[in-house]
T-cell receptor, first 115, second 115 residues
Framework: AQSVTQPDIHITVSEGASLELRCNYS??????LFWYVQSPGQGLQLLLK??????LVQGIKGFEAEFKRSQSSFNLRKPSVHWSDAAEYFC?????????????FGTGTRLTIIP | DGGITQSPKYLFRKEGQNVTLSCEQN?????MYWYRQDPGQGLRLIYY???????QKGDIAEGYSVSREKKESFPLTVTSAQKNPTAFYLC??????????????FGDGTRLSIL
């Protein structure tokens, strides 16, 4: 069965600083990979996805992520964070045989932005 | 605008009472999902349905029941058998399997609490 690890429970960065959120997955075949963001009391919004092709994927709000098969990682990055980026971020993996029918989520990373 | 509507936003349950959470989508998606979110545990799949009149158990189905009588609707019943129902519940939907490169779309959630 697939699994997702987000090793950082909480990260604090200064506004304008760069950001990297880590995600490692475990799955035997090529995975479908996603990053979602959740504001307090809200649902999840898709930031970006990887299915195949270019391993560096661009998403909304200036986020990007890089798929590294050798490291089983799909880390999320942003060159300069804004106060509005404060939220919880979830990495998810979907089994490739059936698209995104079943997703396994990581436990999330809460991002705090300080002025 | 198309989307997923969950209602109510807040719900309170007395001990021994069943409650039903509503999820409606107008995205014309075939697949629908229910997740439970607890602090520090990410999202866990309760039930999912790939087509009308069919559904499968997820990872934590005990104490829950669902129905899928219409494509647009996937209500979740939290039964009295669920001993720890306090959580944030999220509904999601996704397009058909043949377009498996599409991600899941989420509603804004229902927060269930025990009185």
């Amino acid at each position: 069965a697939q699994s997702v690890t987000q090793p950082d429970i909480h990260i604090t960065v200064s506004e304008g600083a760069s950001l990297e959120l880590r995600c490692n997955y475990s799955y035997g075949a090529t995975p479908y990979l996603f990053w979602y963001v959740q504001s307090p009391g809200q649902g999840l919004q898709l930031l970006l996805k990887y299915f195949s092709g270019d391993t560096l994927v661009q998403g909304i709000k200036g986020f990007e992520a890089e798929f590294k098969r050798s490291q089983s990682s799909f880390n999320l990055r942003k060159p300069s964070v804004h106060w509005s980026d404060a939220a919880e971020y979830f990495c998810a993996v979907g089994i490739s045989n059936f698209g995104n029918e079943k997703l396994t989520f990581g436990t999330g990373t809460r991002l705090t932005i300080i002025p | 605008d198309g989307g997923i509507t969950q209602s109510p936003k807040y719900l309170f349950r007395k001990e021994g009472q069943n409650v039903t959470l509503s999820c409606e989508q107008n995205l014309n998606h075939d697949a629908m999902y229910w997740y439970r979110q607890d602090p520090g545990q990410g999202l866990r799949l309760i039930y999912y349905s790939q087509i009308v009149n069919d559904f499968q158990k997820g990872d934590i189905a005990e104490g829950y029941s669902v129905s899928r009588e219409k494509k647009e609707s996937f209500p979740l019943t939290v039964t009295s058998a669920q001993k720890n129902p306090t959580a944030f519940y999220l509904c999601a939907s996704s397009p058909p399997r043949r377009t498996g490169d599409q991600p899941q779309h989420f509603g804004d959630g229902t927060r269930l609490s025990i009185l």
